[in-house]
């Protein structure tokens, strides 16, 4: 079940649970949970929720263990909360598994459904998996076995590749019958407007509220319970993967290179991305190394200009915008000697065009780099606003940073700038450069 927040998705399975304890005397039910900060409020929730409870005069709670987490009944059946921390303590159930919940399954690791799901078939006991998707990664392997349970899967439509027609009801999108449907599987989606007991008004309120600190993708990912891993997402978590490939690389005289420089304020990081102009014009643009740091600004100086000597002084696409300005004009003196610097301001205009140029290589596999865990995560946690004038704004998910994804649009932008590859006309105008537009 996947479904917004506050739609009483953890009531459901715990009603569930009840039910089943019932008609199964002595068996083992089990709870896993992301981690044990998860396992506390549904802990909780249950020790209400069955401590009450009378069946035919007895309590319904014979037993609680506080230490081990578990909730033993009248009838010698048990709840068992766990954590997915460590999957390999989920194994060895044994035979007395009669259900499984795997709550905010989305943020559990894949292991852990691996290391429990033998134990479901000596009863061919079912799982109920609960969650909102997951902000890092909406479609990952919890969104494949939601889809087993759909019927029909959304695709584009052929008639108008998407652009909207008739036929599509001018969405773009049509329903196919979805060829890895299984049998065994159900899924369901719902919203927070689903849950009659929270008033429609109530998060009406909360959304406009809270609308400028809630992007798009925050709302219907957290209300809406939409996984946005396709096309609502700045960087699609199945193309961000796809450009992963290959090592690091250092310097190689034959080759011609840019870098992309995004420079960090107060708790952000300087990011100094490398990318390699391909030689041909079948090859795509590679990024062979990212330095990310912090630090006092002679030594961040100091660290630009080594990077600028070590691939050979290549041209130098830096973010001018605030500090960046006087910072540029230090680089080129010395004793940095950073020769051939092009300062780039972020506008509400530039910076738009740029995390669409980028996503658009990324999108397309024509640009790929080694597999740094943090920049796949900053990548990921980008987020785009629709504004009121029609413009577009990106900005990184609370909590999260876009100091890589920006380094990364300064090096591109400054590829396609200087031409693309050898031989070809690529050439983006309207970016603001020096300020001068």
Same mark, same amino acid.
């Given at each position: 079940?996947?479904?917004?927040?506050?739609?009483?998705?953890?009531?459901?399975?715990?009603?569930?649970?009840?039910?089943?304890?019932?008609?199964?005397?002595?068996?083992?039910?089990?709870?896993?949970?992301?981690?044990? /900060?998860?396992?506390?409020?549904?802990?909780?929730?249950?020790?209400?929720?069955?401590?009450?409870?009378?069946?035919?005069?007895?309590?319904?709670?014979?037993?609680?263990?506080?230490?081990?987490?578990?909730?033993?009944?009248?009838?010698?059946?048990?709840?068992?909360?766990? /954590?997915?921390?460590?999957?390999?303590?989920?194994?060895?159930?044994?035979?007395?598994?009669?259900?499984?919940?795997?709550? #905010?399954? +989305?943020?559990?690791?894949?292991?852990?459904?691996?290391?429990?799901?033998?134990?479901?078939?000596?009863?061919?006991?079912?799982?109920?998996?609960?969650?909102?998707?997951?902000?890092?990664?909406?479609?990952?392997?919890?969104?494949?076995?939601?889809?087993?349970?759909?019927?029909?899967?959304?695709?584009?439509?052929?008639?108008? /590749?998407?652009?909207?027609?008739?036929?599509?009801?001018? *969405?773009?999108?049509?329903?196919?019958?979805?060829?890895?449907?299984?049998?065994?599987?159900?899924?369901?989606?719902?919203?927070?407007?689903?849950?009659?007991?929270?008033?429609?008004?109530?998060?009406?309120?909360?959304?406009?509220?809270?609308?400028?600190?809630?992007?798009?993708?925050?709302?219907?990912?957290?209300?809406?319970?939409?996984?946005?891993?396709?096309?609502?997402?700045?960087?699609?978590?199945?193309?961000?993967?796809?450009?992963?490939?290959?090592? #690091?690389?250092?310097?190689?005289?034959?080759?011609?290179?840019?870098?992309?420089?995004?420079?960090?304020?107060?708790?952000?990081? *300087?990011?100094?991305?490398?990318?390699?102009?391909?030689?041909?014009?079948?090859?795509?643009?590679?990024?062979?190394?990212?330095?990310?740091?912090?630090?006092?600004?002679?030594?961040?100086?100091?660290?630009?200009?080594?990077?600028?000597?070590?691939?050979?002084?290549?041209?130098?696409?830096?973010?001018?915008?605030?500090?960046?300005?006087?910072?540029?004009?230090?680089?080129?003196?010395?004793?940095?000697?950073?020769?051939?610097?092009?300062?780039?301001?972020?506008?509400?205009?530039?910076?738009?065009?740029?995390? #669409?140029?980028?996503?658009?290589?990324? +999108?397309?596999?024509?640009?790929?780099?080694?597999?740094?865990?943090?920049?796949?995560?900053?990548?990921?946690?980008?987020?785009?606003?629709?504004?009121?004038?029609?413009?577009?704004?990106?900005?990184?998910?609370?909590?999260?940073?876009?100091?890589?994804?920006?380094?990364?649009?300064?090096?591109?932008?400054?590829?396609?700038?200087?031409?693309?590859?050898?031989?070809?006309?690529?050439?983006?105008?309207?970016?603001?450069?020096?300020?001068?537009?």
């Amino acid at each position: 079940m996947d479904a917004g927040r506050r739609f009483g998705k953890g009531n459901l399975a715990l009603r569930k649970s009840a039910t089943i304890a019932l008609r199964h005397p002595g068996c083992r039910i089990w709870i896993v949970s992301p981690n044990y /900060s998860f396992t506390q409020p549904m802990w909780d929730k249950a020790l209400n929720a069955y401590g009450a409870m009378r069946i035919g005069g007895y309590k319904f709670v014979k037993k609680t263990r506080i230490k081990d987490r578990s909730i033993q009944f009248y009838n010698g059946s048990a709840i068992e909360f766990k /954590s997915s921390v460590e999957p390999d303590s989920l194994r060895g159930a044994g035979d007395l598994m009669e259900f499984l919940i795997m709550d #905010e399954a +989305a943020y559990c690791e894949k292991e852990a459904w691996k290391a429990v799901r033998p134990a479901l078939m000596d009863r061919k006991a079912p799982a109920m998996f609960i969650t909102t998707p997951n902000r890092n990664n909406p479609k990952n392997w919890l969104y494949d076995l939601w889809l087993r349970g759909q019927d029909t899967i959304p695709t584009t439509c052929p008639s108008c /590749s998407g652009m909207g027609c008739e036929e599509c009801g001018f *969405t773009g999108v049509i329903q196919e019958e979805n060829p890895g449907k299984r049998p065994a599987y159900k899924s369901w989606q719902y919203s927070t407007y689903d849950n009659p007991f929270i008033d429609d008004e109530e998060i009406s309120d909360f959304i406009e509220e809270e609308g400028t600190d809630w992007s798009e993708l925050d709302l219907r990912r957290e209300i809406y319970a939409d996984f946005l891993g396709g096309e609502a997402a700045v960087f699609p978590y199945a193309a961000v993967k796809d450009c992963e490939v290959g090592h #690091e690389e250092d310097y190689d005289i034959s080759n011609q290179y840019i870098l992309g420089i995004d420079l960090g304020r107060v708790e952000s990081w *300087t990011v100094i991305i490398v990318l390699r102009i391909p030689q041909e014009e079948y090859e795509a643009p590679r990024i062979v190394k990212m330095e990310r740091f912090q630090g006092p600004w002679p030594v961040q100086k100091r660290r630009i200009a080594d990077v600028a000597q070590r691939f050979g002084q290549p041209p130098v696409f830096i973010d001018a915008t605030g500090l960046g300005d006087p910072l540029q004009d230090e680089l080129r003196g010395t004793p940095y000697d950073v020769r051939r610097i092009i300062p780039i301001k972020f506008s509400g205009r530039s910076k738009p065009q740029m995390v #669409e140029a980028l996503s658009g290589a990324i +999108a397309g596999q024509s640009i790929s780099w080694p597999p740094y865990k943090e920049m796949e995560k900053e990548l990921l946690n980008m987020e785009g606003k629709s504004l009121p004038s029609g413009m577009m704004q990106y900005r990184h998910a609370k909590g999260f940073h876009d100091d890589i994804p920006m380094a990364m649009a300064l090096a591109y932008w400054g590829y396609l700038k200087l031409g693309g590859s050898k031989g070809s006309n690529i050439w983006i105008s309207g970016i603001e450069v020096g300020g001068r537009g």
